[in-house]
């Protein structure tokens, strides 16, 4: 039977503990996860909470957690991270944006983020935001063809250093050490 590290959840043979390093987060972070990304091995929002002090993962099948996301939404100033119609360039609106103590991110697949998007109406009440010039993504085991399509750790650490000048830097390292220990398919490579 595989043995697991209690700290970072995976096989101790691929434990990334020996890169952790706290970052304190300059906002609260929820990260609404779609359940079929919950169990997969090359789950960024997992390496986030490793990381990032004040960050918490919802399921967005538990009704109870939703539930109270949506009122810490209410009554927290609170942006969302998701390209949509309405939503504005994160760049442009840094320096002279309103006061964010509160970020939202959406984990999983472009489709299943519409999906958890259109599913949870209240998430188009936020304030949205979209990146126009991320930096070309350094994840390379998952399918897209957009250099600038980025995982959710890499979303949430330029949405952290270039608002709020975070030192993000282990934040990238533990998911390079993930990325090194990953063996999966080769179609499954960038």
Same mark, same amino acid.
């Given at each position: 039977? #595989?043995?697991?590290?209690?700290?970072?959840?995976?096989?101790?043979?691929?434990?990334?503990?020996?890169?952790? !390093?706290?970052? /304190? *987060? $300059?906002? *609260?972070?929820?990260?609404?996860?779609?359940?079929?990304?919950?169990?997969?091995? /090359?789950?960024? =929002? !997992?390496?986030?909470?490793?990381?990032?002090?004040?960050?918490? @993962? @919802?399921?967005?099948?538990?009704?109870?957690?939703?539930?109270?996301? /949506? !009122? #810490?939404? %209410?009554?927290?100033?609170?942006?969302?991270?998701?390209?949509?119609?309405?939503?504005?360039?994160?760049?442009?609106?840094?320096?002279?944006?309103?006061?964010?103590?509160?970020? @939202?991110?959406?984990?999983?697949?472009?489709?299943?983020?519409?999906?958890?998007?259109?599913?949870?109406?209240?998430?188009?009440?936020?304030?949205?935001?979209?990146?126009?010039? =991320?930096?070309?993504?350094?994840? =390379?085991?998952?399918?897209?063809?957009? #250099?600038?399509?980025?995982?959710?750790? %890499? &979303?949430?650490?330029? &949405?952290?250093?270039? !608002?709020?000048?975070?030192?993000? *830097?282990?934040?990238?390292?533990?998911? &390079?050490?993930?990325? %090194?220990?990953?063996?999966? $398919?080769? %179609?499954?490579?960038?």
């Amino acid at each position: 039977m #595989r043995q697991y590290c209690s700290v970072c959840q995976y096989p101790l043979t691929t434990c990334v503990c020996s890169v952790i !390093r706290r970052v /304190k *987060s $300059p906002v *609260s972070i929820s990260i609404i996860q779609h359940p079929k990304e919950v169990m997969h091995a /090359k789950n960024t =929002a !997992r390496l986030i909470t490793l990381c990032l002090e004040n960050t918490s @993962v @919802v399921v967005s099948s538990n009704n109870d957690q939703m539930t109270s996301l /949506k !009122r #810490r939404c %209410e009554t927290l100033p609170t942006a969302l991270l998701y390209p949509c119609s309405h939503s504005h360039s994160w760049e442009q609106t840094t320096a002279s944006g309103p006061p964010l103590s509160h970020l @939202v991110v959406l984990d999983g697949s472009w489709r299943q983020a519409f999906g958890l998007w259109q599913q949870h109406a209240w998430l188009q009440t936020l304030p949205a935001y979209h990146f126009s010039s =991320a930096p070309s993504s350094d994840y =390379a085991i998952r399918h897209t063809g957009n #250099r600038h399509h980025v995982s959710t750790l %890499e &979303a949430v650490a330029y &949405a952290l250093s270039s !608002r709020f000048q975070t030192d993000v *830097s282990p934040l990238y390292r533990l998911q &390079a050490r993930m990325q %090194e220990f990953w063996q999966g $398919p080769p %179609e499954h490579r960038r």
